[in-house]
């Protein structure tokens, strides 16, 4: 499966993004879609996941209440909305397409959020 996320950009501390994940190629929803970030001099992290049947959803502790992770097989893309940004939310933002096994299979390009306090 071939992901491209888009959507990042630049907004205020308390404002909003909506990034897309659009998948191409192999069946999309037979996987999870998970949505990573990685800030300047860090690690890439998990920031939340999502089931390919929608049942079950994750996100780390300090984005609970503020980001929800969601999915439309029928348009083959995953979301991530993002609400009340803080300054330590800036990142590049990845998608990937999870197996039943835990493991990646795929990533899409970066999409970079920058949120100014």
């Known amino acids: 499966v071939q992901l491209q996320a888009y959507g990042g950009g630049l907004v205020q501390a308390g404002g909003s993004l909506r990034l897309a994940c659009a998948a191409s190629g192999r069946t999309f929803s037979s996987y999870a879609v998970g949505w990573f970030r990685q800030a300047p001099g860090k690690e890439r992290e998990l920031v939340a996941a999502?089931?390919?049947?929608?049942?079950?959803?994750y996100s780390i502790d300090s984005v609970k209440g503020r980001f929800t992770v969601s999915r439309d097989n029928a348009k083959n893309t995953g979301y991530l909305q993002m609400d009340s940004l803080k300054p330590e939310d800036t990142a590049v933002y990845y998608c990937a397409a999870i197996s039943t096994g835990g493991s990646v299979d795929s990533w899409g390009q970066g999409t970079l959020v920058t949120v100014s306090s």
């Open positions: 999502i089931s390919w049947t929608n049942a079950i959803t």
